[in-house]
């Protein structure tokens, strides 16, 4: 795929929050990759735009995504974690 093909669906200051992002996508069998700026990664920086990290997604699973990120933990969610 080409860098055209994804489509950023969260961008975020730290990398801890892009991987926990990440991760959420993975477990919905959406494929993200993370895309660092330079800077925020190398030193640690997370201000005025430096440490940002663009979360991105083929474009095919971009609509999925954005719905996964933007839903809301229920009832259901909460008892499956809880077993």
Do not use: T
């Not at 969260?10 to 660092?36: D, M, T, W």
């Not at 800077?39 to 201000?47: E, L, S």
């Not at 005025?48 to 229920?74: C, I, M, R, T, W």
């Amino acid at each position: 795929m080409k860098e055209r093909d994804f489509v950023i669906v969260a961008v975020v200051h730290g990398e801890i929050h892009a991987n926990i992002i990440k991760s959420r996508l993975e477990c919905e069998g959406i494929p993200a990759f993370l895309q660092y700026e330079s800077a925020g990664r190398v030193y640690g920086f997370i201000v005025d735009g430096l440490g940002e990290v663009s979360v991105k997604v083929p474009q095919e699973f971009a609509e999925e995504a954005k719905k996964v990120l933007n839903e809301k933990p229920n009832e259901r969610n909460i008892k499956d974690l809880n077993g």
